[in-house]
């Protein structure tokens, strides 16, 4: 099946400060979603991006489906921005299943 | 757009004893289902999936089996829980291929 790598694991940020989040991926893909988990545990999804940019508020997305990444922009973080965000995919016939990365914890402390 | 329930919030259950957990869905028709479960460590695992009434299908061999009796309706179950069945059980909801949505999980501990 694919694999999905994120990175880094752990960031830890100032309040006000910009970060990237990145997600490789080891084949093609025609589904690629961004979530993120708060601390209470609920799972909230952030993009449906399986190719081009999206923005939305201080939080935006790029995938480049040729060569197997996805990047997460978030500018301006806030501490509600802490939590797990995870980069998931699907592929081929079936797209809809996503499999997911382990995830990159964010700290953003004030 | 679509609200997806799941109850109980968390659960303490004895080894060897039998579980069930439902998810329901409201303000959608015909949606895909999907049970996961997110062990301490992060990771989200796909246990099973559902396009349709009766249709489940498998991810990974296990203690646990699935069933969807109606078009809304999605329920875990197992005869016998093991220790290596404690985590956090997420139902989603999805249409087709686009963004998945998913309920407030369950945390079960199997002591």
């Known amino acids: 099946g694919i694999q999905v790598e994120q990175s880094p694991p752990d960031l830890i940020l100032q309040e006000g400060a910009n970060s990237t989040l990145r997600c490789n991926f080891s084949d093609s893909v025609n589904n690629l979603q961004w979530f993120h988990q708060n601390p209470w545990g609920q799972l909230i999804n952030l993009f449906y991006i399986p190719s081009g940019t999206k923005q939305n508020g201080r939080l935006s997305a790029t995938t480049v489906a040729t060569e197997r990444y996805s990047l997460l922009y978030i500018s301006s973080s806030q501490t509600t921005d802490s939590g797990v965000y995870f980069c998931?995919?699907?592929?081929?016939?079936?797209?809809?299943?996503?499999?997911f990365g382990k995830g990159t914890l964010l700290t953003v402390n004030p | 757009s679509q609200t997806i329930h799941q109850w109980p919030a968390t659960l303490v259950q004895p080894v060897g004893s039998p579980l069930s957990l439902e998810c329901t869905v409201e303000g959608t028709s015909n949606p895909n289902l999907y049970w996961y479960r997110q062990a301490a460590g992060r990771g989200l695992q796909l246990l099973f999936y559902?396009?349709?009434?009766?249709?489940i299908s498998s991810e990974v061999p296990q203690n646990l089996s699935a069933s969807r009796p109606q078009d809304r309706q999605f329920i875990l179950s197992s005869k016998k829980l093991l220790l290596s069945d404690s985590g956090f059980y997420l139902c989603a909801c999805g249409q087709g291929v686009t963004k998945l949505f998913f309920g407030s999980g369950t945390q079960l501990s199997v002591l």
């Open positions: 559902s396009v349709g009434i009766g249709q």
């Open positions: 998931a995919v699907g592929g081929g016939g079936s797209n809809y299943k996503l499999t």
